[in-house]
């Protein structure tokens, strides 16, 4: 063990009785976790509200059948959600709109940003594809009318233009809207949407709950000493430093 | 029962011997009782205490909820001040209680607030140390000996006044006629009891513990706070992909094979894809399949064929004719007998192969409501009519499921196989949430999970 590896430990070891925090010992941590009794189906419903948020149509009516939970929402508007995502991922994004319109007319009109946001795809799609004249034509038809209504809209707007103005796009400082992340961006963007617009939740909550344990154990930290959970994704419990 | 279970904990905690342990007996409680609500059902203050109230001030209706003056008041000693029955409940988000002025009376010094159990009677909350009043003659807000501060309006005839403690903040707040008028840090110690208070003649006032809608809306505050809370923890940042590589590990703990390929093939076909299969090769793909077949005959209340698999893949889990494992097989297979109305067989088997788990300790009761099912018509609406719900063919599979787990010559720790991560994670965080509350004096609320989902459901009614 390195010098600054005993410093530190004797530091906390100081700090632990500085404070004179209380230990819980494994033995009386494990009593403890005995008695929280989760139920099962409320796992199962953590689980199925995670694939349908996420949109895994196909596992989620796998798990209705093997496992008896009951998806929140027809399965049926998945598939319809994940359409327009994907087609957002692929930078079809005139499909997307269309689809969004099918689904629900009043996604669009109610969100002006998302509009926004969905035509301003458009256009890096037809900047990437090398379309200039038709880009050019579309963000002055289309997208500079919204940006007069809006001040962060034109801001973005000019940003994207901006991609014309550049021979080699690849090292030009505006670069990151033709990266992947953007098409990401805006198909979750839509996502939400959809999601909101079916009265559903936007994320699933298993991540919060997640969030929830490291801060619930972080607020502990303060008041006792006791076997904490350092890596979630394999839930081993480790000795409270004494 | 009892005796069985815990001593079978300390056997799990210990060895892992080459016959397998019992793990069934971990599902037979919850095969009779289910699992019991945590619910911190701490009681609320329902009517206002008769013994301890200012008598000979005040006059008290026999609902014990409305207080009306009557004398004529001559000094600060004759307050007419009544507590509640209870104090205020502590394990919860925010406590909160409302008095309704029907008559103002004479000067309107009417008071509601909060007291300790020591708080002298005949004094108006707020005069005494250690307690707190919203006075509504002159709308100051009074906190222990001389310490005034102005803090609302003044209240009177047919207003509508609450007084509320909100453990997450830490505050003693009022409202008036559904509407916040402040709050103040909540700086007295011990149990609070809601107090309401009248010192000048036919002054009356009426008290709604919560029997009554509120005129404010509490669970929009409650909503707030939780709001509130989420925001801070919504903040930290969580390894990437820690959620499917759980999600995953409880499909495969549990032999959801279908769920897991289809899960499988969604998360490499997604942009970017999502890799957590390889680097999880973990001991929970052991015996996937045979999982998942085991869990489907029972689920289909097809339990011989389960019994016949069980025999032929994983004989040890079965040869102990009197483990829980086998009786919870067993007591299956006479429950489907009688779902299909085949009463003689199940007479007939339940006398070959129930009687013999009669004298065990601890298995008598389930033996007992099992073949209770024999004596009513209808057994679906008796009193063991749970028996013959799906829950019970899921907590048979689950058990199943565990002693397969337990068959793998890599397990170390037994607890793994009746625990996904998953229920691991949320053990901590209840645990967590609990203990953390038990040194805040017990006061606010601790986590559960099942009001994850209320909550999302109040959330949507709102939007």
């Not at chain 2, 000094?75 to 103002?104: S, T, W």
């Not at chain 2, 709050?183 to 208070?197: Q, S």
């Not at chain 2, 007998?337 to 009463?343: E, I, P, S, Y």
Request: contains cysteine.
């Amino acid at each position: 063990m390195s010098l600054f590896w005993i410093v530190i430990r004797q530091f906390a070891e100081n700090e632990a009785m500085a404070t004179s925090k209380k230990v819980i010992t494994r033995e009386e941590w494990e009593k403890k976790l005995n008695d929280v009794k989760i139920r099962k189906e409320d796992m199962n419903k953590l689980v199925m509200n995670f694939l349908v948020t996420e949109g895994y149509v196909d596992a989620a009516e796998k798990f209705r059948m093997e496992s008896g939970a009951e998806p929140e929402i027809d399965l049926a508007t998945i598939t319809d959600r994940m359409a327009v995502k994907k087609a957002v991922q692929c930078g079809n994004v005139e499909d997307a709109i269309e689809k969004v319109n099918d689904l629900n007319p009043e996604i669009l009109d109610t969100n002006p940003q998302l509009f926004f946001h969905l035509q301003q795809q458009r256009l890096i799609e037809l900047i990437r594809n090398g379309k200039v004249e038709e880009a050019l034509e579309f963000a002055q038809e289309e997208l500079a009318p919204r940006g007069e209504e809006n001040q962060s809209f034109l801001e973005e707007l000019e940003r994207t233009v901006a991609l014309l103005a550049f021979e080699d796009v690849s090292n030009c400082p505006v670069r990151d809207l033709l990266d992947i992340s953007q098409r990401l961006k805006t198909a979750s963007e839509v996502n939400a949407a959809i999601l909101t617009s079916q009265s559903h939740e936007k994320d699933p909550k298993l991540p919060s709950l997640l969030k929830m344990l490291m801060w619930a154990q972080d607020q502990l930290d303060e008041k006792a000493a006791y076997p904490r959970i350092n890596d979630l994704s394999t839930a081993m419990l480790e000795d409270p430093p004494i | 029962m009892n005796d069985r279970i815990n001593s079978s904990n300390n056997v799990i905690n210990t060895t892992n011997s080459t016959t397998p342990q019992d793990l069934g007996l971990q599902f037979l409680e919850m095969v009779r009782f289910g699992l019991c609500d945590t619910d911190d059902d701490d009681e609320s203050p329902t009517e206002l205490n008769t013994i301890n109230s200012s008598g000979g001030f005040l006059f008290v209706a026999t609902d014990k909820l409305s207080i009306k003056y009557t004398n004529v008041n001559l000094h600060d000693h004759d307050v007419g001040v009544i507590q509640a029955n209870k104090p205020a409940p502590v394990k919860r988000l925010v406590y909160y209680f409302e008095i309704h002025v029907k008559n103002a009376g004479a000067k309107g010094q009417i008071a509601i607030g909060f007291t300790t159990d020591r708080f002298k009677v005949r004094r108006q909350p707020g005069w005494e140390p250690n307690s707190c009043g919203y006075h509504g003659d002159d709308g100051l807000l009074y906190r222990g000996v001389g310490k005034k501060e102005p803090f609302g309006p003044t209240y009177t005839s047919d207003d509508t006044v609450g007084a509320g403690i909100n453990y997450a903040s830490g505050e003693l707040f009022f409202t008036k006629n559904g509407i916040v008028v402040g709050a103040v840090e909540k700086d007295i110690k011990g149990p609070l009891f809601p107090t309401i208070a009248v010192h000048s003649q036919n002054e009356e006032v009426q008290v709604n513990f919560g029997q009554k809608p509120f005129a404010f809306d509490l669970k929009v505050l409650e909503a707030q706070e939780r709001m509130k809370q989420q925001a801070t923890v919504e903040k930290l940042s969580l390894p990437s992909n820690v959620s499917y590589r759980i999600v995953r590990s409880y499909l495969e703990h549990y032999g959801y094979e279908d769920t897991l390929r289809a899960f499988d093939m969604a998360c490499e076909s997604t942009v970017p894809p999502i890799c957590i299969t390889q680097e999880t090769a973990s001991d929970n793909m052991y015996a996937l399949n045979q999982r998942r077949t085991l869990r489907q005959l029972i689920r289909k209340g097809e339990i011989d064929a389960a019994l016949g698999k069980l025999n032929e893949w994983y004989p040890q889990i079965v040869q102990d004719e009197k483990s829980a494992t086998s009786l919870l097989l067993h007591c299956q297979k006479f429950i489907e007998l009688v779902r299909v109305g085949a009463l003689k067989e199940a007479v007939k088997f339940g006398r070959n192969h129930l009687a013999k788990f009669y004298d065990l300790p601890g298995f008598q009761d389930l033996v007992q409501d099992t073949v209770a099912l024999l004596a009513y018509e209808r057994p679906q609406e008796s009193p063991v009519g749970y028996l013959l719900e799906d829950k019970q063919r899921e907590i048979l599979a689950d058990a199943v499921n565990a002693m397969v787990l337990s068959t793998n010559p890599n397990v170390k720790d037994l607890q793994s196989c009746l625990h996904p991560y998953l229920e691991r994670l949320l053990r901590q965080l209840t645990a967590c949430c609990l203990v953390r509350r038990s040194f805040n004096g017990d006061e606010g609320e601790a986590f559960q999970l099942d009001r994850v989902f209320d909550s999302s459901k109040n959330v949507s009614a709102n939007a």
